[in-house]
């Protein structure tokens, strides 16, 4: 076995001469020794040795012990200085070329670093507590497999079998009422059980942490704040710990203050910003005893050494030991889990995904955009080159010239692009929905930035620089002797290249925001079953001693509607127990007069409200058969029930309803008579079909927790104020919260679905207006090489049809190709939108078609001015100048 | 005065003096024979060109041969400065070690 002749070539152009005859000797008698026991062996042997060789050698020849004069560290920085000043000046000389690059590959650099900060804020870093890793939320699953709620009792078995587990601690939402002169405001917190912090592995900075006694019904009323609530609220009194605080004349102790260190991520994700934290105070034979209920999250802390997968195991096994022991309450399929930190990236997770492919998207092309630009402005420099060289540059000065002008470029974009992401990030933290998490915890990363500067440095060199190296050493004479700087065929068939890439990119962008924008478009056109525009929506709860009684609460109730419909401009008024889109949901097991069900789990489920009489129409829901509710429907009349289409579609299987007797929530409920069918309205969200749904009159079904809903004439935020000082004028504990116009909870609903479409359009243009920029480059030196080509057509006379054939011909080929891969790639990047979409096919045509037909546009803007200078080519002076 | 030697430049030394027929392929393969450590011929012939330049070792050419592909063979000696320049090192070593017992050592 001889060594491969690549092998002896790189050691030759590696080392010197005698060297390499040694060691290319040397190494031909290992490798035959070598072979003789296995070939691959020997070869990798081989190349470990030529690699190791000429990297020795090169050491050696750095630090000046052999042949060449030692170039000292001084000399070293000076030559980099030097090209780093010589690198300034050619920049300077060209101006447009210089911004234009420079802007370019800052958008890239700026955008993917603002995206990739926030991607990785949202995705990647680890849950900010000591046992982030460890962390897991844990439920019974939902109908579609997601986790859900478990109930108390539940807990507690789990708590005492599921050994794989070392903590497990509920969570739940808690907002207590402030009372103060001006008002009453819900304050955001949170129960859970005692061991939350413990958990969490977090300890309160002063005070204590709570302790099992204080979890308890008796005992519940202490709590912790945070940081932030401390010195906002609290104007971080030193004496904190010890005092008390009242809510809805309930008097409750701080026992701790948290760090301010402590991140409240996870109280965040499940229930927004939150600032007090006070013990669960459940107890196993209190109202939470059932068994069936589920109306708790549960999180969990996995035992050192123990895997998600093991842990679900064991839950899967104590659920089934769980339904043996109670068969009528564990019906459904064994428990869910999935990491914390997965589930809080849960929501934003695709969205951003696809956002981080399309930042990237944009910084390919903004550097394959540039690159085209140093590729033709290398080959324009072919003289200039070629006379340095004349003049005695080395060939790896040159080189090393033109990677430093790169670099320079590159380091200016790097400055502008931080500057981008900065602003960016904050853009994003602005006006993204709720739900990016922590994208307001920290500026641009900067290990992302310098990652895509470097990136884009390497791009530079590989896409522009290289293409024009590979082209060979400049030909001195040719270069000197040309009488004028026309490019090579080479660096113009690169920018080709390029181009075709770019205008693919673009194409897949535009397509994407494309889809997108028909996503709005279809779910912002579907009918919601009630009319949002004109309505304001205000949430009430009636907590505390002065509401336990339910005649209070309707009293008020009743005096508040006549109140509100008194105001000048409200149309109708009405109280709902919850409504569509509000973010909230009640579902009761429904039971229908004469049918058996095995049990309670059994009954189907149906989505509940309780409502004023004047509750449809203010929302407009269509009334379908029989009728509505009125103001007869009281406390002591006729049990009355409205159902809607669905349910009457599916539950009564055709059969008419009215006049049928229905009971929801438990055995213990009376049945009521259904009068009415009411159309369905999407309660969760605009692209989810209707539940069977169920209206209850609230004089019969009294709530301590209402949305009001007022239609007015005129501009319904105007009333937000209005509303809130006669609420508060007639009782100051009421608190009035989460005020919005449906209109407003219309947007929220879609609101990351236009966060989506207007990046990724934002994106889209971005790579348009490059690929326009790169594309006129290409067809101006497409024209420019073949300026006397052209100008001999005209003499020989050529229509100027022909001229413009000759001139566009290429760039069409280009844009078509292009335009061809891009439509390939759109079918392919669209299935990643795919759960994002809402009635639209990836493959949409109208939007592939349409995408399409911008780049054409765009490209045929691209070629009017180059064909217009083909146009104007005169033969006569072309020809004389040769 | 003569200057010190480098760890790796010792270990070449001691291959040349020791090795018959001392060329770059001998002395790499008794490099890694006795330490154990894989080298690169590159490496060894830069420490060989240096510790010539020094006039520690010396070389020439022999003749091509058809089982080096047609090349020459370079083989080195070692000089009397490159001896004593040996001896001192080795004597230094093992004048520090003296009376060591590493397992007991501080660390």
Known sequence: MMPPRLALWLLERGLDRDAAEAIAGDLTEGVRQRAAVSRARAGVWLWRQVVASLVAARIARRRGAVGEPRQSVGQFLSGTSQDARFALRALRRSPAFSVAAVATLSIGIGASAAIGTAADRALLRPLPYPTGDRLVYLGHPNDDGTVGNVGFVTVLDWRARMTAFDELSIIRSWTPTLVAEDGATPINGMKVSWNFFRMLGVQPAMGRDFAASDDDPDHWRVVIISDTTWRNQFHARADIVGATIDFNSRRFQVVGVLPPSFDPLVAEHFFGDVGIWAPLGYSADGDSSCRSCRHLNLLGRLREGVTLRQALTQAATVHADLRRQYPQDYREPPPVGLMLADEIARPMRRPLQVLLGAVLFVLLVASTNVAGLLIARAAGRGREFALRAALGAGWARLVRQLVTEALVLASAAAVLGTLLARWGLAALAEYAPASIPRIDRAPADPALLLLAVVTTGIALVAFGLLPALLSGRPNLEGALRATRQSASPQSLRSREWLMTVQVAVALLLVAGAGLMHRTVDRLLSVDPGFRAHGVISAGLSFAGPRWTEDSAVRAFQDALVQRVRAMPGVEHMAMASQIPLGGNYDRRGLHIEGRTYLSEADEPEVEHYSVTPDYFATMQIALKQGRLFTDADVTDGDLVVLVNDTAARTLWAGANPIGTRVRIGGREARFRTVVGVVGDVRHYALGQPAAPQLYLPMRQDTASYVVLVARVSGDPSAYARPIRQLVTSMARDVPVFDVATLDQRLDRSVASRTFLMFLLGLFALATLVMAAVGLYGVVSQGVSARHREVGIRIALGATRRDIAWLAARRGIWLVAAGVTAGLGASSLAGRLLGGQLYETAPTDPVVLGGAAGALLLVAIAAHVAPIRRALGVDPAVTLKSE | ?107
Request: no cysteine.
């Open chain 2, 1 to 107: 005065m003569a200057e010190w030697l480098g760890e790796f430049e010792q270990i070449v030394l001691f291959a040349v003096a020791q090795v018959e027929d001392a060329y770059g392929a001998t002395i790499r393969e008794a490099i890694e024979a006795r330490t154990g450590r894989q080298v690169s011929a590159g490496a060894v012939y830069t420490t060989l060109d240096r510790l010539e330049a020094r006039g520690l070792v010396a070389s020439w050419w022999g003749d091509p041969t058809p089982e080096r592909g047609g090349k020459r063979k370079r083989h080195f000696r070692l000089r009397a400065a490159g001896r004593d320049a040996l001896a001192r090192s080795w004597q230094a070593l093992r004048a520090m070690a003296r009376g060591l017992d590493l397992k007991a050592a501080k660390s």
